[in-house]
């Protein structure tokens, strides 16, 4: 199994980015998808997750209205959307699947499988 993070790159703040993950070697609709980050010296935190068929989703609070996380199974892909990037959104991205969706899924061990990461940085 392998979830490919890729999109991240350097942006100015304001600007807006769409991180893709990419599945293979699973069954990508039978899998939710969870979103984490972690910026540098602290610990990782949960962003997003979205159910097997996309119908649901979840925010952890303080990523509420300017990200948004969507898939397209026939793609074998997970999006996050990132709008009005700010300084503090600078970290790498990680995406995650789980076989198990609880409408809830925020935490890290909720998910069996890992991507190797993307790096965010926005500049001020």
């Known amino acids: 199994v392998q979830l490919q993070a890729s999109g991240g790159g350097l942006v100015q703040a304001g600007g807006s980015l769409r991180l893709s993950c990419t599945a293979s070697g699973l069954i990508f609709s039978t899998y939710a998808v969870g979103w984490f980050r972690q910026a540098p010296g602290k610990e990782r935190e949960f962003v997003a997750a979205i159910s097997w068929t996309g119908s649901r989703t979840f925010y952890a609070d303080s990523m509420k209205g300017r990200f948004t996380v969507s898939r397209d199974n026939a793609e074998k892909t997970a999006y996050l959307q990132i709008n009005s990037l700010k300084a503090e959104d600078t970290a790498v991205y990680y995406c995650?699947?789980?076989?198990?969706?609880?409408?809830?899924?925020?935490?890290?061990?909720?998910?069996?499988?890992w991507g190797q990461g993307t790096l965010v940085t926005v500049s001020s």
């Open positions: 995650a699947a789980s076989a198990y969706y609880s409408g809830r899924n925020y935490l890290g061990n909720d998910y069996e499988y």
